[in-house]
């Protein structure tokens, strides 16, 4: 959906009976002449106490006895004596009054401060304590796969909080408190029953059926078909699967893919460098001709000249497979070749020949192995991860290969194996410059993100500068912007996962720096990302390779007990989770935050009480945790329980 069809919803009368409070802004329907006359004073604004009444009006004239003759003259002088006797006693009664009410004002005023004191006073120890009890507590992980110790004390943590408290925690500093407070006080508590947990018995029904065939083999007689895909090394794997289901389609011959040297990426990584040729050639030669390269007549053609050259701008969108048949068949048969460059997401998902679906699901799940160099790396990551070389995890042999077998149980590990979280905060300057939302950082903020996008978003620049996009805060209503980390580990903290939860970050090269971490690390002492826990030898095969380093974060993801997206369309997160349920046996939990939702608790997030918070956050996130088929034309990548991917062994049965 582009951005420019975007429409915002007016707040539903549901919505708007759940606000804490009755709204504290003005009738809107009070024009603004009227407010003006209020505040002038024009109007009859004087509180009642203060207006005039007969008890206590001044005398504007001469009494009734002012002037009166009645009074005898004689005892004018002893009336006046007497009244100015009673008018002296009245002044002196008046004097010891004030007296005592200045020193009742006076006690009450100190007893105000001292109560106020008492409680700034009261909180700023509370404070120290919670401080305290996270600088000292223990990581967890041990040698290299310990978070690095925090060695600055409590004075200087207070010297330099207000440099800091801005960068750390953003608008949520309240929240973020709050947050402290209620894991500090819930470290003996249980957790709840269903946070490691899935709806087990309709999960587990489904079962991987999508490396079963039923069709001959596909002579590629039609032409050569290659692809360059665009993208980071999720969005390519993607493009590689499709490609496929292309070649099959066609009835031609797939090249070994190649992928595009992008400018955000900056990787230099082709197929060979990240997945095994010979397997995926192997695997689906059952189902379509795959070659190296093409032959020598052909590699001496221009294909631009001769218009084999197809790319994302010739292809709408998740094209349906009767353009490919009546579009790119024509060019086969004429020149022999077609070279799809980019190949973004141009394969709709429905309507699609059962079979062909099919193919696409063996693709990802069976043809696409991580070469050894990765495999074995990555191993070595999820031992770490789980503290423990004697208990393999259900996925391992899935995404490690052969090396899964030196995790196997030994008797001398009798230590359970540590359970831990995955979370992927998809908050790189990428994801941030191309959202168009706001994230607190202000004028300089608007301007760096507005660079970036002039430089690697020409079209995304031209497009802001000539429509009306929505607003940042539109946007964020609609649920259209990433998580930040602080607004991730709130959901983390509500949803109950305790402070001694071992987490495992991918994405780590987050926008702000180290900074945006603070949040985190502060609430979740025991949490690592790959480059905490591998050595700078064993990374350094893959430094500035950031295709081959996501494969080792799509590993520890997957394999992790839990995994929680930040969000929906991110390209790992779509592929983790559909692996976790193709693979997992129902067994495998993923939380999917429904963004729009998570946006309207946050907005309230300088008002809101923990336990309502809490609340709403919990129910937000259990309304996605379901088992269900996969939608129509949704991705068979990320919801692969469908008859094309998964068998149903309640209904066949």
């Not at 009673?86 to 009410?101: C, P, S, T």
């Not at 200087?156 to 408290?165: A, D, H, S, T, V």
């Not at 349906?320 to 190949?343: A, D, E, M, R, T």
């Not at 995304?460 to 980390?485: I, N, Q, S």
């Amino acid at each position: 959906m582009s951005l420019n069809a975007i429409q915002v919803k007016p707040v539903s009368e549901e919505e708007e009976e759940e606000e804490d409070g009755p709204s504290a802004q003005p009738d809107p329907n009070t024009s603004f002449p009227s407010l003006l006359h209020y505040r002038s004073g024009s109007g009859s604004t004087t509180p009642r106490s203060r207006q005039s009444s007969p008890g206590n009006s001044p005398r504007l004239g001469p009494t009734r006895f002012a002037n009166s003759d009645t009074c005898d003259p004689q005892y004018t002088p002893l009336f006046w004596g007497f009244d100015k006797e009673l008018k002296m006693q009245r002044r002196a009664k008046r004097k010891v009054g004030r007296a005592w009410y200045s020193r009742k004002r006076v006690k009450f005023v100190v007893g105000v401060i001292g109560l106020l004191v008492l409680f700034f006073l009261m909180n700023w120890v509370m404070l120290l304590r919670l401080q305290d009890h996270g600088l000292h507590s223990e990581s967890g992980f041990s040698g290299n796969s310990s978070v690095a110790s925090v060695s600055v004390t409590v004075r200087e943590k207070w010297r330099k909080l207000g440099k800091e408290k801005k960068a750390q925690k953003g608008n949520y500093g309240r929240m973020l408190d709050l947050a402290a407070h209620a894991l500090a006080e819930g470290l003996n508590k249980p957790e709840p029953k269903d946070l490691w947990l899935e709806p087990f018995v309709p999960a587990s029904s489904w079962k991987p059926c999508a490396d079963q065939r039923s069709w001959e083999p596909n002579e590629g007689k039609n032409g050569y078909i290659l692809v360059t895909a665009n993208g980071g090394m999720n969005q390519q794997r993607v493009a590689v699967c499709n490609a496929v289901a292309v070649a099959r389609l066609l009835n031609s011959t797939l090249v070994v893919p190649k992928f595009l040297y992008s400018s955000i990426w900056r990787d230099v990584s082709q197929f060979g460098d990240i997945y095994q040729e010979e397997h995926f050639i192997n695997y689906l030669t059952p189902d379509i001709r795959i070659v190296k390269e093409l032959p020598k007549e052909l590699q001496s053609l221009d294909l631009e000249a001769i218009g084999s050259v197809v790319t994302d701008a010739d292809i709408p969108k998740e094209e349906k497979p009767s353009f490919y048949l009546k579009n790119i068949v024509p060019i086969l048969l004429k020149n022999g070749v077609v070279h799809f460059l980019g190949f973004g997401h141009r394969l709709a998902f429905d309507p699609i020949p059962f079979q062909l679906q099919r193919l696409r699901c063996r693709c990802n799940f069976y043809a696409l192995q991580f070469v050894p160099k990765i495999q074995e790396v990555g191993a070595l990551l999820l031992r770490r991860l789980r503290q423990n070389e004697g208990h393999p995890g259900p996925l391992d042999r899935y995404l490690v290969g052969s090396y899964a077998k030196r995790i196997k149980k030994n008797k001398s590990h009798s230590k359970k194996a540590s359970r831990y979280l995955a979370l992927h905060l998809r908050f790189e300057i990428d994801m941030v410059a191309h959202s168009l939302c706001e994230f607190g950082g202000g004028e300089e903020e608007r301007k760096e993100l507005e660079a970036y996008r002039e430089i690697h978003f020409p079209a995304l620049t031209v497009l802001k500068k000539t429509t009306m996009l929505p607003t940042p805060a539109e946007l964020r209503e609609e649920g259209l912007c990433p998580l930040t980390p602080e607004e991730a580990v709130l959901m983390l903290a509500a949803l109950g996962f305790n402070r001694k939860t071992h987490i495992f970050v991918a994405g780590s090269q987050l926008y702000g720096g180290r900074s945006r971490m603070n949040a985190l690390t502060s609430l979740y002492p025991k949490l690592v990302t790959k480059e905490n826990l591998l050595t700078p030898t064993e990374l350094e095969p893959f430094m500035n390779f950031s295709s081959q380093l996501a494969a080792l974060d799509f590993m520890g993801c997957t394999a992790a007990d839990a995994f929680s997206m930040t969000d929906s369309g991110s390209q790992l997160s779509s592929l983790v989770s559909g692996y976790r349920i193709y693979y997992g046996g129902g067994r495998m939990p993923t939380i999917r935050p429904n963004k729009r939702r998570l946006a309207s608790i946050f907005m309230k997030n300088s008002t809101i009480e923990w336990r309502v918070f809490e609340q709403r956050i919990r129910k937000a996130v259990r309304q996605t945790k379901h088992v269900q088929p996969r939608p129509k034309a949704r991705s068979v990548y990320r919801y692969p329980r469908c008859d094309e991917c998964m068998c149903n062994m309640t209904i066949t049965t």
